[in-house]
């Protein structure tokens, strides 16, 4: 699953509530649940999701220097998951690091587990991140913007190892990203996020194809399109909101194109089937008299053209 949104829409916040690694304070949770396997992770103990966390579900961070430690050696860190989860001793744990660098595509992975995270590229280091977060088989990767500051061939190759483990392992991998033909390419189901909140979710295809919520029309219509010649970009106007600060009702109501009086409401999700929902009041039967522009005339991004 992709999760998509401009920079503050929630989505590393989301992530980290799932891992329940919010500091608190400043942050909290207030409400809601997170299930894994029929049990609420929001309830369990700390001790409790230690051995959760790390074991059935792993993260990716966004910036592999600094979620590495500088004085260990990269080996030492992917051992230490075994080690705690599965009770491997220090010599098994260690098999098992140089295993997960070769499944990554690390060269002379036995004598790379020697060496500190400093001594390895941006991508390289990436690699490492991965092979951590997946020497412990997780059920779920939770994997944000893993190809950020990663030019474009890297980005790639990285993409393309995190599918490879995906069909080798089976895990679920949630993808957080800016990068929508990442999405296009690699996930099945969309989740896009504004102001903190899921604005739309539904298939690729969906969201590509048939959105419903006019900011995912936006980042569409904001994206360079290589099947066609001479078309202009057209960007989302205005600032994401302040999140301390937000406006009554639908939060993009002050940036978007197709704005009624009656979007200074709380927006519901509106059921499209399969699936597809989106919080937009334009497909509320009341809307009909409010409505000045025809959404259906809207510029679409296919799929097919990102892929």
Do not use: W
């Amino acid at each position: 699953m992709g999760i998509v949104g401009e920079s503050g829409s929630g989505k590393s916040v989301t992530s980290l509530s799932i891992m329940r690694l919010i500091p608190q304070p400043p942050g909290k949770i207030e409400r809601g649940e997170v299930l894994f396997k029929g049990r609420d992770l929001l309830k369990m103990s700390e001790a409790e999701m230690r051995k959760i966390r790390g074991h059935d579900i792993a993260m990716i961070f966004q910036d592999p220097m600094t979620s590495l430690n500088p004085v260990l050696t990269v080996g030492e860190q992917i051992a230490e998951a075994t080690r705690l989860h599965l009770g491997y001793s220090k010599k098994e744990a260690l098999d098992k690091a140089v295993e997960m660098l070769r499944l990554v595509k690390i060269p002379a992975a036995d004598k790379r587990i020697k060496d500190y995270p400093h001594q390895f590229s941006g991508g390289m280091r990436q690699r490492v991140m991965i092979a951590m977060a997946l020497s412990c088989d997780p059920a779920v990767l939770i994997a944000d913007e893993p190809t950020t500051a990663l030019d474009v061939t890297i980005q790639a190759q990285i993409i393309e190892l995190m599918n490879e483990m995906q069909q080798r392992l089976g895990s679920a991998i949630v993808l957080i990203t800016h990068d929508l033909g990442v999405v296009a390419e690699t996930c099945k189901n969309v989740l896009v996020m504004y102001g903190g909140n899921m604005v739309e979710y539904g298939t690729a295809d969906d969201i590509f194809n048939r959105p419903k919520m006019p900011y995912t029309m936006g980042l569409l219509e904001s994206l360079p399109r290589l099947d066609v010649d001479g078309e202009r970009l057209i960007p989302i106007e205005g600032q994401p909101p302040n999140l301390l600060r937000m406006p009554p009702g639908c939060a993009f109501a002050p940036r978007c194109r197709y704005k009624m009086p009656m979007c200074d409401q709380p927006v519901p999700l509106y059921d499209f089937g399969s699936g597809h929902v989106a919080r937009c009041f334009l497909y509320d039967e009341r809307a009909a008299d409010q409505r000045t522009l025809d959404v259906e005339s809207a510029p679409r991004t296919s799929l097919e053209a990102l892929l």
